[in-house]
């Protein structure tokens, strides 16, 4: 690391009156306007991008946390000071909080160059936050760290746990298939989600939180502690002081989040059984330091990384149980002779040296597994290639039916999510426990947005049959928190007219796992020939983000950011 430099505080980036001086006297003069006082005013500044939202639950524990943030800067000999950016609340957005991760992102990025800062906290957790501001922060270029809510403790329902998500789509199939009666599923639906954080279960935000925590952005093993356990407040109060630590270094996210943290961050991934969301964000926040990642590589470490992780929607256990076995040091340990150990974090330690310190209790077993007793011998994702999808798909292996990863099945298409909504549950439906359902036109690009509407529901006259799990494809995604044999996030998408747009209800599909394909069983004349009769693109009207983003949103595979914000970026020319 280089010699540290002076700070430059309050006269970071003067506002261009075309006269320095009087820029730096009037910033002091709006600023004591605030009651703060010289000495205040003369010391480095820690920005604290700050995300609470009434529409973003994960978060409503931020107040505390701030404050503990606070202390630690201030303890530090720093002046911190809060500015806001977007919030993302994953099920108060429409169409989906994924169409409005970028718009974060940018807002992250230009409001920490724009402000005098001399150094960052992130403050997230719910599932986009958390990419949209690493994504932000390797772009804006001065030292960060991340601090997030940490996940939810349980609830309780007549004798078990629940934990959101996972239970509540559980209980949902049975209240689908009969099995819950209206009384009951209402009375699950104030059990789910019972204290502040994110899900409680190896989720996306779970999984982010662990990705970086795994590139070196957060204080070391902070990623699981609980939202309510005492402990988050300790780790909110070491990060305002890590933030203050890191004011004149070198430590910018883009020196950090390399190439060799990001294959770490994907072992990670897979030893965790993590989010098939995961993939999508990680590719983003790569792509903002110039790094691209290859799918066969992926497949490749999932053949060779174990799954460790004994979590649901997979397992047995929660985040909660996840912390106390260990968390993610636990893990590291579980697969360092497959990590790049040279890897540093926001500490400016090595992963080396983080894994010399011993742990302060023994690992919990029963949730984190040792590396010669897996939860699985292979990697819980993998990436799919094939003419459905030449670009790539991805199936969380570790989540689907055994005896389904090896299929062909006759396709039942749906054209939209609103023939989805139409058709699924009708009981004149023409389709069986065999075939396989397919969604097309809700990738990035589609109106819809890729939601999370990848985990398509079982028919409701199957659902009533006992009929639990089917292979379905889409372009789409689908939550963290669900399971089952699902092909998500098929490239090229049906709205760029990718193969997926041509399947046709009846033709062939055939999935297989262990040859990491999936193939349209139909020749390629009659593609050819579909191809030429698809309908032109209904030209709509669009302005603002919307245009924004429907002109320069990427594929899944490239992880949907904006093409002009990706550091391959050439620029436009002037």
């Not at 909080?97 to 403050?123: C, G, H, K, T």
Request: aromatic share 4%.
């Amino acid at each position: 690391m280089s010699e540290r430099k002076p700070h430059a505080g309050l006269t970071g980036g003067l506002t261009n009156y075309g006269d320095t001086d009087f820029a730096r006297y009037l910033r002091r003069s709006f600023a004591k306007s605030m009651g703060y006082t010289d000495a205040a005013l003369d010391k480095p500044i820690v920005g604290i991008c700050y995300t609470e939202s009434g529409f973003n639950n994960c978060h409503r524990d931020f107040p505390q946390m701030l404050e503990a943030v606070k202390r630690g800067v201030l303890a530090s000999g720093a002046l911190p000071v809060v500015f806001p950016v977007i919030s993302l609340g994953e099920v108060f957005l429409s169409p989906t909080s994924m169409n409005f991760r970028n718009l974060m992102a940018m807002d992250v990025e230009e409001m920490i160059r724009a402000q005098p800062m001399d150094s960052v906290v992130l403050m997230g957790g719910c599932d986009k936050t958390v990419p949209a501001l690493l994504m932000g922060a390797a772009s804006a270029g001065k030292p960060a760290v991340l601090l997030v809510s940490g996940p939810m403790m349980t609830g309780r329902h007549r004798g078990e746990r629940l934990g959101a998500c996972t239970d509540c789509r559980r209980f949902w199939a049975r209240y689908r298939g009969g099995d819950v009666d209206e009384a009951e599923i209402n009375q699950v639906e104030g059990r789910l989600a019972v204290t502040s954080g994110t899900c409680a279960v190896m989720g996306t935000a779970s999984t982010m939180a662990l990705i970086a925590d795994t590139l070196g952005m957060m204080l070391p093993n902070s990623s699981a502690i609980p939202s309510v356990h005492a402990d988050r407040l300790r780790a909110a109060e070491e990060t305002g002081a890590l933030a203050a630590s890191l004011v004149g270094t070198d430590r910018t996210p883009d020196t950090l989040m390399t190439p060799a943290a990001i294959e770490n961050a994907l072992r990670v991934l897979l030893a965790v059984s993590g989010s098939t969301n995961a993939i999508v964000h990680l590719a983003a926040i790569a792509g903002r330091v110039g790094v691209d990642i290859d799918l066969d590589a992926f497949n490749r470490l999932s053949d060779e990384t174990p799954v460790l992780v004994n979590l649901k929607p997979v397992g047995d256990g929660y985040m909660e149980d996840f912390n106390t076995a260990g968390g993610l040091d636990a893990v590291l340990r579980g697969i360092a002779d497959k990590l790049n150990l040279e890897t540093r974090d926001v500490t400016g330690q090595t992963l080396r040296e983080r894994l010399a310190r011993p742990l302060p209790d023994p690992i919990d077993t029963r949730f984190i597994r040792p590396p010669n007793d897996p939860v699985e011998p292979v990697g819980g994702l993998i990436a799919l290639h094939g003419n459905l999808a030449p670009g790539g798909a991805i199936l969380k292996r570790a989540a689907a039916t055994p005896r389904l990863l090896e299929h062909e099945g006759r396709a039942v298409v749906f054209t939209s999510l609103e023939d989805l909504a139409a058709r699924i549950d009708d009981p004149d439906l023409d389709v069986t426990a065999d075939d396989v359902l397919v969604l097309q036109h809700a990738g990035p690009k589609s109106p819809a947005g890729m939601p999370e509407a990848g985990y398509l529901p079982i028919p409701k006259k199957l659902a009533r049959q006992g009929v639990k799990d089917m292979v379905r494809i889409s372009d789409a995604r689908m939550s963290g928190t669900a399971f089952g044999t699902v092909v998500l996030h098929v490239t090229p998408e049906a709205a760029d007219g990718g193969p997926l747009a041509l399947v046709l209800t009846g033709d062939r599909i055939r999935l297989s796992a262990s040859r990491k394909s999936i193939e349209l069983l139909v020749s390629e004349q009659e593609l050819a020939v579909r191809r030429a009769n698809l309908p032109a693109d209904k030209a709509g009207s669009q302005r603002g983000y919307k245009w924004l983003y429907g002109r320069h949103v990427g594929n899944a595979t490239s992880g949907c950011d904006f093409d002009f914000l990706r550091r391959d970026w050439p620029g436009e020319p002037v």
